[in-house]
């Protein structure tokens, strides 16, 4: 019997500073062109550079899973600071998106 590997293609995004209502559309975009592109199987989104997020930033987090859920893919949040995390757990998010600790250890364990 062979043994198959199984070597998905990963996109990591950084988004940095505050993902707002004035730059949630263009973030939203750049996690629809990430996901969309050819063979990605994996997302991650790297949260470490992230100083804020609002209900316009999460709302395009949402519409990103949803559309990795319809694409038989899956988007991964990793390195959201504790005040990132808070707004997750209080939306109740927190049980609906996959947290990984930092970005390069979610490579290597996926």
């Not at 996901?35 to 992230?50: M, N, W, Y």
């Amino acid at each position: 019997m062979q043994a198959v590997l199984k070597c998905p293609k990963i996109a990591i995004i950084r988004p940095h500073g505050n993902l707002n209502a004035a730059n949630a559309l263009e973030f939203e975009r750049d996690l629809t062109t990430a996901l969309t592109q050819e063979a990605v199987s994996i997302l991650l989104v790297d949260l470490a550079g992230v100083e804020s997020l609002d209900s316009a930033g999460l709302m395009a987090l949402v519409s990103a899973l949803k559309l990795a859920q319809n694409l038989g893919c899956s988007l991964r949040l990793c390195s959201a600071s504790p005040a990132i995390k808070i707004i997750f757990e209080l939306t109740q998010l927190d049980s609906v998106f996959e947290f990984e600790g930092k970005a390069e250890l979610a490579v290597v364990s996926t």
